[in-house]
């Protein structure tokens, strides 16, 4: 090697360590405690159906069923029939014995109620253990008799027309009559009559006959005995203009004017009728006259006109 020339030194190397690399952190979600659980409610949603299908049905069992005479009711009045909830389930084509287990029958008794004829509304139902199914209810009343053809048909003081064959004739000769109507029932029981006459007369004999809180009421203590609808079938549209006349027990007619919610101007009020009808029986000693019944108008503003009633109504008679 030539003189002066410098031997090439090695590159001293530096050792490369090797990286340790992180292995993957193992999740808790693989962890041997986490799949046994999963295991296990996998096994329960497997064998839940089976083990149902094999236990007993507890809506079959007779601690589970409640019969017709274990649905309570709301206190009925005395004209409600006794044999009401049978009639209801016979009505429904519900079957007398029926499980508490089954999650519809509140809704399937409450339904079977409202249909009845007898019942206005359903206010609740409730079941509970012991078998017991409590039904409140607030009941239709009758308020008068419709004279037809062929008998009385009652109904109560919105015209809707009620079971006849839950009367009596004495049951019948409690009520006021309604006569005059030529219509006949639109609708079948539990429904409104469908003739604004019949149901303004409905409202008069609901309100003549309602008890007063000092005792008695004005059907009775006035000695009525009939309700005359007007000689003409009204429309829906001019049923406000519907006068009625009242007739007594001794044959004497008033003429008494529109039912009592009317709001036509002209019309007295209610309690200025009453008192009309008070004066009149106070200044004559009654209503009747010994030689003829009279022919009595309290809706004149001047003052109640009378005369006797004649065989043959006068050209003058309300329409």
Known sequence: MAKGSATPRKKATKA????????????GYYQPRHLMVAAALLLLVLVTPVILRRMPALSGR??????VEQIVITPPPRWIPANLTSQVFERAGLQ???????????????????????????VSVRKS??????????????VAMVRGVDGFYPIDRHGVLLPARDFTQTDVEQYPVIERVAS????????????????GAAELA????RNRPEGGNWWKELDLAAIL???RVALADDADELQYQLRTSGGSEIFWGRRPGSRHPGELPLAQKIQRLQDFRRDYGGFDDPHGPYQIDIRPWQGIQRG?????PRSTQVQ
């Open 184 to 199: 006949v029932p639109m609708g079948t029981l539990g429904e409104p009559w469908g003739d604004p006459a019949v149901a």
């Open 62 to 67: 007779p601690e589970y069923v409640v019969r």
């Open 229 to 231: 609808v007007p000689r």
């Open 129 to 142: 253990f012991p078998p017991r199914v409590q039904v409140d209810v607030v009941y239709r009343e009758p």
């Open 16 to 27: 490369v360590e090797p990286v340790a690399v992180p292995t993957r952190v193992r999740s």
């Open 206 to 209: 609901a309100t003549l006959s």
């Open 96 to 122: 007398e014995r029926q499980s508490l287990q089954d999650p519809l029958l509140s809704e399937k008794i409450a339904a079977a109620f409202h249909t009845h004829p007898w019942i206005e509304t359903v």
């Open 308 to 312: 006797i009633l004649a065989q043959e």
